[in-house]
Nanobody
Framework: QVQLVESGGGLVQPGGSLRLSCAASGSTLDYYAVGWFRQAPGKEREGVSCITSGDYTFYADSVKGRFTISRDNAKNTVNLQMNSLKPEDTAIYYC???????????????WGQGTQVTVSS
């Protein structure tokens, strides 16, 4: 059983940056693919980025070139560096773990509780 906790959300102006972290307990994240998803009000949850157990990375077209996903194995975390933030990035951001990456489905084995990101002037 893996427990995931997200942190790092907040309010930021357009063009600003935030770094989200997904911390795990109960198991090491080394063996899992970890993805970041987001859900804006009135919209479906969507995949943002994912990193495989072999450190291959995937990004949604809407965030490519602005977001970077990475692992910190020493801290058992997966981070999402978000730069050049736009108002349309406003959402609750969730991390999820499974045995493979997919941005197309929300059927993941383990989920965190989410962290709010608001991009507004």
């Amino acid at each position: 059983q893996v427990q995931l906790v997200e942190s790092g959300g907040g309010l930021v102006q357009p063009g600003g940056s935030l770094r989200l972290s997904c911390a795990a307990s109960g198991s090491t994240l080394d063996y899992y693919a970890v993805g970041w998803f987001r859900q804006a009000p009135g919209k479906e949850r969507e995949g943002v980025s994912c990193i495989t157990s072999g450190d291959y990375t995937f990004y949604a077209d809407s965030v490519k070139g602005r977001f970077t996903i990475s692992r910190d194995n020493a801290k058992n975390t997966v981070n999402l560096q978000m730069n050049s933030l736009k108002p349309e990035d406003t959402a609750i951001y969730y991390c999820a773990a499974d045995h493979f990456c997919s941005l197309a489905t929300t059927r993941r084995d383990y989920w965190g509780q989410g962290t709010q990101v608001t991009v507004s002037s």
